[in-house]
């Protein structure tokens, strides 16, 4: 078995809740004050990357091209001196900003041939198993990647590995074997804050296959919501580039990403309320302003949740939102006045 606890990654873990039915029996970190507190999703360690599309047709950004290389300088130095007329001077710095384009762009090929390429088969492969720990070793995996460089998080970001994600939060496990009975009581005493005898510890620690499977399922909920984020801001970052070339941008609304139906189906009908709790908390990571009304209505049952912990997520998601919205509504206002002072 997998310690997560241990693991680096830093995304959110659930935390110790008052559940209305069964909890699962294994602990959990300290109460989390959704309130105040946000979710402790990690962002990327680089700058959202641009969308996966041809290298080769891609024109190199004007601000790589810092110097000039040696060999385009070597050769104007050539020209300049068998060729001295003006015209054939003025010529030169077009001669010399295409071969530096080839040259940027050889370079950005050489640098994504160079990624060591990932094994993607095999992290789906580990998401199909059977086995809870090796399922639990391959959702780590994803997480690990998708938190590293641009290069390696667009390796994980695949239609395959996403909807090998989905499998896992679809998972039915009500058939699995659950805790025992002292297992529910030592969990009984984990949601009171009671302490624990050094034997009711390592048994609480001792999950049972239902309870592997469910905790599985919420952190494949957390991983997904992970590429779904670099997904969105991947467009994003391609669209801002299209606009100021006058392209036509790419449209994806958050009800276009994959798995976003399932993690709706979650919030709605999983009859486990950590499971639940973990599917809202993904639905604030990938949820942008221009989302808040389609948000408000898969929330709205949540809202009135007799669960604390699942009304208090969904509370936190919904302020989340608003707390984004504000900047996004003063940017577009003193973009429209700017707008208005250029026509005058």
Partial sequence: QQNFATQPIAYAQPAQQNFATQPIAYAQPAQQNFATQPIAYAQPAQPPIAPAVNVAEQTAPTNDIQQMPQSVIDEQGEQQVEQNTTEENNSQPEVAADNTAQEAQTVQNENIQQTPSINTDELIQGLKSTDNTQKAAAINKIAEYAQDTPEKAQQIMSEPIMNALVDVINEDTSALEGPTDKQIAI??????????????????????????????????????????????????????????????????????????????????????????????????????????????????????????????????????????????????????????????
């Fill in 187 to 344: 969990a009984d005493k984990i949601t009171k804050g009671e302490q624990l005898t050094p034997e009711e510890q390592a048994l609480s620690e001792q999950l049972s296959p239902r309870d592997e499977a469910n905790k599985n399922r919420i952190f494949a909920l957390y991983t997904l919501a992970m590429i779904q984020k670099l997904q969105r801001d991947e467009i994003k970052a391609y669209n801002e580039t299209s606009a100021q070339n006058g392209e036509a941008p790419i449209q994806m609304n958050v009800s276009d990403l994959i798995g976003y139906n399932d993690i709706v189906n979650v919030i709605n009908n999983d009859s486990r309320p950590e499971v639940k709790v973990a599917a809202i908390q993904a639905l604030q990571h990938i949820a942008e302003p221009e989302d808040k009304a389609v948000i408000e209505g898969v929330l709205a049952n949540s809202l009135n949740s007799a669960d604390e912990a699942i009304k208090a997520a969904a509370e936190e998601t919904l302020a989340k939102i608003s707390q984004n919205e504000a900047p996004k509504q003063e940017e577009a206002k003193q973009e429209t006045e700017a707008k208005k002072e250029a026509k005058k």
